[in-house]
Every structure is written in C-alpha cells, then in structure tokens.
C-alpha cells in the first residue's frame, strides 16, 4: 500500500509537471499573451523543477523534516502560480468571484 501511494504521487505529479512546463512554454510563444499569465507561468515551471530536486532530496535525506517542510512550502507556492495563470487566463474580473453574504 505504501507503495502504491509513493507511485501514485510520483505519476501525478509527473503529469502536472509536464503540463506546467507545457503552459509556461506556451505562454511564451503565443503571441499576445499577457505579461501575467507569462510571469505566474514561468514561477510555476520554476517551482516545478524545485519540487522535482527537493523531492529527491527528501527521499535520500529520509524524510528529513526541513527539507519535507520546504517541500510543502514550494508546493503551496506552485499551487498559487497555478490558480494565478488560471485566472489570468480566464481574466476573472473581482465581481464574478466575490460572494454575497
């Protein structure tokens, strides 16, 4: 099961790895595209690679906690470029993501 459960990370997040490179490269060479969306990308492709290096370093440290820490940090931040490329992409104006209480 532990098995299972380090391959499945591996594989997944091999996949969105390669789809945020695939993003950021793209957002270089589409003509027009906006500066943010150039900028939120090219940090989550940077954050990619930095979890790549860190998560083996944390398999050959054996889980030492700075490093995990680190870890999950970086993994934070590259969710947040993420969301950002996202909603720059979609230009999400501050209305359609407010709620009403």
């Known amino acids: 099961?532990?098995?299972?459960?380090?391959?499945?990370?591996?594989?997944i997040a091999a996949t969105t790895g390669v789809l945020v490179i695939a993003t950021?490269?793209?957002?270089?060479?589409?003509?027009?595209?906006?500066w943010r969306i150039r900028t939120t990308g090219t940090l989550?492709?940077?954050f990619v690679?930095?979890?790549i290096t860190l998560?083996?370093?944390?398999?050959?440290?054996?889980l030492h906690a700075v490093l995990v820490s680190i870890?999950?940090?970086?993994?934070?931040l590259l969710f947040a470029m993420v969301l950002l490329t996202t909603l720059f992409a979609f230009r999400l104006k501050p209305k359609s993501i407010q709620t009403t209480v």
Not at 24 to 31: H, L, R
Not at 71 to 76: E, K, R, W
Request: no cysteine; charged share 10%; glycine share 12%.
């Open 1 to 11: 099961e532990e098995y299972f459960i380090e391959w499945s990370h591996r594989l």
């Open 24 to 34: 950021a490269v793209g957002s270089w060479i589409t003509a027009g595209s906006h």
């Open 44 to 46: 989550a492709a940077i």
């Open 49 to 51: 690679v930095t979890q």
């Open 55 to 62: 998560g083996a370093l944390v398999i050959d440290t054996l």
């Open 71 to 76: 870890h999950f940090g970086i993994g934070i």
